[in-house]
C-alpha cells in the first residue's frame, strides 16, 4: 500500500521512525539509539536521514515529529501551546525545518499550564500520545517514565491540565550516583518488597526527604536484601507521586500509557492504593501523530 | 600545657584531628581530605598516621574518632546504640582498633532509633556533636548537611529520636546529575529566589517529587535566571525538609549545629516558616568526643 506520512517519536534517548499508510496504519518501523541528547554537535539531519533517508527517496511524503526534538536541546525549539491544549492549536503551530532540500520536518509542539501550586508545568511529546490514546473527557492517564505524567482530558480532547513528578529521574539518580545504591544489588524481580515499598510512600507522601532513606537503613539493618532494596524504593516513589497526585485530585480510576513492565508496577501500586486501572490500546504515539498530521493537511485519509 | 587526648573526626570526606589538652582544651588542628571513601585500599592506619603520627609519638595520648568511620565501609563496624541513647551507653560500646603496636583508636558507635513512619533511622557522627553541643531536654536540635538531621533531647542528654532528611544528597544529585542542572549557572547567591523556593517547599511538602520540577520549568519559561536557579532548588527542598519535620512535630523553637553557610541558610528558612533558631556553640564535635572519652575513663580532667 501507497505510503503518506514518515511519524518520528524523537526522544532524549530514543529515534524511532514510522512509515504510515494512507489510513495511518504502520507499513515499517525502525529506530536507533539517537536521541536528541545523543546526537553529537546538532547533527540532527544527518541522524534522521541516516534512518530512513531512503524512505524520503522512495516515497516523499510528509515528516512529522514529536518529543524532546522540539525542545531548547533539540533541533529547533517549538513554542508551547497552553492548557486545555487540543490537537487543532498544536497543529496550527508545527515549527518547520529542512531535513534536506525538499523534505521538511513538521515538529509538534509541547504543551504548558499552571498547576494549583501556582508553579509551570511542562510536556513534550505526551500530549501527542494523549491525542492518540482514545481518551474521554474526564480521563485521567497516567504516562509512567522519567518524567511522569499526570493528565486530566477536557470536552474535544483537550488537555486540561497535568502534573509532572520527577520519579523515574530520582529513581535513576539515587541508585546510579546516591549513597541508596551502594547497598544494593540489581537484576532480581522483588514484588514483596516493591509492595512494602509502595504502602510506605503512600502513607508517608508529605514526607518524601525523609522516607527515602528507608531504602538505605532497610538494607543496613538487614531487613531487606541487596537484591530486594531496588524494587523497595521504586515503590517508595512510585507510592510518593500516586499519593500526592491522588491527595489533590481524587481519582476512582486512570489510564495507563508506556512502557510495558513500568506501567504493570504502576497498575500493582494504583491497585495497592485503591485505584482502577486500564491500559490505553498501542500505538498512541503514532495514532497522535498521525491525527495531527490530518488535522495540519499534511496528510490525506484516503477511504 | 599538657596534651591528653587525640579527639578525630572521620566523616565520609574529611578527616580531622584535634589535640586536646586537660580540660579539653584545643591545642591544635589539623586536618586532611582523606574522608572514609577516599582512603585507598581501607589503609585507614596509613591515613591515621600520616596525619598526627607525630602526636602520637609526642604524646602517648588516648585516640578517639567518631563519624563514618565507625560504619561498614569505615575502619570497623561500631554497632549502633538504640534510643534514647546516652553518651554514658555509646561511651560503653566503644570499638577498638590498633593504630600501630600500642596504640588503640577508640570509636563512637552511632545511634538508631525506630521513626512514626515505622521504619529505622541511623546516624554516626551527629550523636557525639549532640552530646557536645549543651542542649538541655525537650530541645529540638537541627544539623543540616548531605543528610540533614533533625533530632528531640530527652533528659540526662539523651537522644530520644531523631529523623534524616536526604536534603543536600537530592541537591547534589539534582544539579551534578540530573536534568535541573542543565539550565544552571552556579556561582551567584540570590537571596530572593531562595525565599521563594522556600516558600514553594513549605507550602507544597506532600508534593514533593513534582514540586522540584518547578526548578526547570521556570528556567525553561524565564520566570528565574540561570544564575538563581540553583538556590531556588536549594529553598525548594529546605522548604520540603522543614515542613515536613513540623507538621509532624510542631516546633517552636530548634538549635542549629553545623556549617556557617547551611546554618545560615536553615535560618532564614525556619523563620519563613514561623520557626526561632539558635545556634550551638562552636567546637560541639570535639566537646562531645572529650565528654564521651571522658565518661569512658580514657581522658582525666585535670583540675
Chains 1, 2 share one sequence.
Not at 517549538?78 to 521538511?104: D, F, I, M, N, S
Not at 501550586?117 to 500520545?129: I, S
Request: aromatic fraction near 6%.
Amino acid at each position: 500500500m501507497k505510503a503518506s506520512l514518515i511519524a518520528i517519536d524523537w526522544g532524549t534517548s530514543n529515534l524511532r521512525a514510522s512509515l504510515l499508510d494512507a489510513h495511518g496504519g504502520l507499513l515499517e518501523a525502525r529506530s536507533a539509539p539517537g536521541g536528541v541528547m545523543a546526537v553529537p554537535d546538532r547533527r540532527f539531519a544527518e541522524a534522521l536521514l541516516a534512518l530512513c533517508g531512503d524512505w524520503i527517496d522512495a516515497h516523499a511524503v510528509p515528516l512529522i515529529a514529536s518529543g524532546m526534538i522540539g525542545s531548547r536541546q533539540g533541533w529547533q525549539e517549538a513554542p508551547y501551546v497552553a492548557c486545555p491544549a487540543g490537537l487543532p492549536a498544536a497543529a496550527a503551530q508545527l515549527v518547520r525545518v529542512e531535513v534536506r532540500p525538499g523534505a521538511v520536518l513538521h515538529i509538534v509542539p509541547g504543551i504548558r499550564c499552571i498547576g494549583i501550586d501556582g508553579v509551570h508545568d511542562v510536556m513534550r511529546g505526551e500530549e501527542t500520545q494523549l491525542w492518540g490514546a482514545g481518551l474521554a473527557a474526564g480521563d485521567c492517564c497516567v504516562l509512567p517514565g522519567t518524567h511522569s505524567k499526570w493528565a486530566w482530558l477536557g470536552e474535544e480532547g483537550k488537555v486540561e491540565r497535568f502534573e509532572t513528578f520527577m520519579t523515574g529521574e530520582f529513581y535513576g539518580l539515587l541508585t546510579k550516583h546516591g549513597i541508596l545504591g551502594r547497598l544494593m544489588a540489581f537484576g532480581t524481580a522483588r514484588p514483596e518488597t516493591f509492595d512494602a515499598g509502595v504502602r510506605l510512600g503512600l502513607a508517608q507522601h508529605g514526607n518524601a526527604l525523609h522516607v527515602v532513606f528507608a531504602a538505605r537503613t532497610a538494607g543496613l539493618m538487614g531487613d531487606i536484601d541487596p537484591e530486594g532494596l531496588p524494587d523497595y524504593l521504586s515503590g517508595i516513589l512510585i507510592g510518593l507521586e500516586i499519593a500526592s497526585a491522588t491527595a489533590r485530585h481524587p481519582q476512582r480510576s486512570v489510564t495507563l500509557l508506556g512502557d510495558d513492565d513500568l506501567c504493570s508496577r504502576y497498575e500493582t501500586a494504583l491497585g495497592i492504593a485503591g485505584v482502577d486501572t486500564r491500559r490505553a490500546s498501542d500505538g498512541a504515539t503514532t495514532r497522535g501523530q498521525w491525527r495531527v498530521a490530518l488535522q495540519a493537511g499534511l496528510a490525506k485519509y484516503m477511504a
